[in-house]
């Protein structure tokens, strides 16, 4: 008879499915850069909406990237696959896939206060699945995430801020989200900790 427990979900076929998911929203990100004909503008006017798209599109990059690396931070902590981390995980993918939509929207539409808006909700959704998702990990294994309730509030709160910001002032909504990033990429000190003493699990739950 087959070996049933090689058809079981295990954390590492869980994060290689995200994994590929994830590089797909990137991918797709990237595919809808596009550069204008000569008849539709100017040079100037060309180089000067791309760097505005290139931006968009860098933070867009880093902040799918973020998730990436923290996901990854998350899942190590995971030792078994329950149903509900199945559909958390779920959630948060389809939140992130909504990134590339609020990107492409801003390519149509420029750097706009509704354009803007609808780009802060596609952060907002993913940071509300990924505090979902951190919840049921940390009641499952009774391990703290490694970005703790502090940062994840503080993020979800600005990126709501930027969505009602961005009706008044489109670029300082964006310089919100980009400040979110910020906070993302420094890595959590239990990270930094765990690298130098050469340890894969936290050693006290």
């Not at 006017?45 to 923290?70: C, E, H, P």
């Not at 990107?103 to 505090?131: D, E, Q, S």
């Amino acid at each position: 008879m087959p070996d049933e427990s090689n058809d079981r979900l295990t954390p590492s076929r869980l994060e290689a499915f995200s994994d590929g998911v994830i590089a797909v929203i990137i991918t797709i990100m990237v595919l809808e850069l596009r550069v204008p004909s000569p008849a539709e503008m100017s040079t100037a006017d060309a180089i000067r909406l791309d760097l505005k798209m290139i931006a968009v599109y860098l933070l867009s990059f880093i902040q799918t990237g973020i998730y990436w690396v923290n996901h990854h931070y998350l899942l190590d902590d995971v030792e078994r696959v329950s149903h509900s981390l199945l559909w958390s995980n779920l959630a948060l993918l389809f939140c992130m896939s909504l990134i590339p939509f609020g990107t492409l929207w801003i390519a149509n539409r420029g750097v706009a206060p509704a354009p803007v808006a609808v780009y802060a909700v596609c952060f907002v959704a993913p940071a509300i699945a990924w505090m979902a998702l951190s919840t049921v990990i940390c009641s499952q294994t009774g391990i703290r995430p490694a970005n703790g309730p502090v940062i994840q509030t503080v993020s979800a709160v600005l990126n709501v801020g930027a969505i009602f910001v961005a009706l008044r002032s489109p670029w300082t909504a964006l310089a919100m989200i980009g400040f979110v990033a910020f906070l993302w990429l420094l890595p959590p000190r239990r990270i930094v900790e765990l690298t130098h003493t050469g340890h894969s699990h936290p050693p006290t739950r």
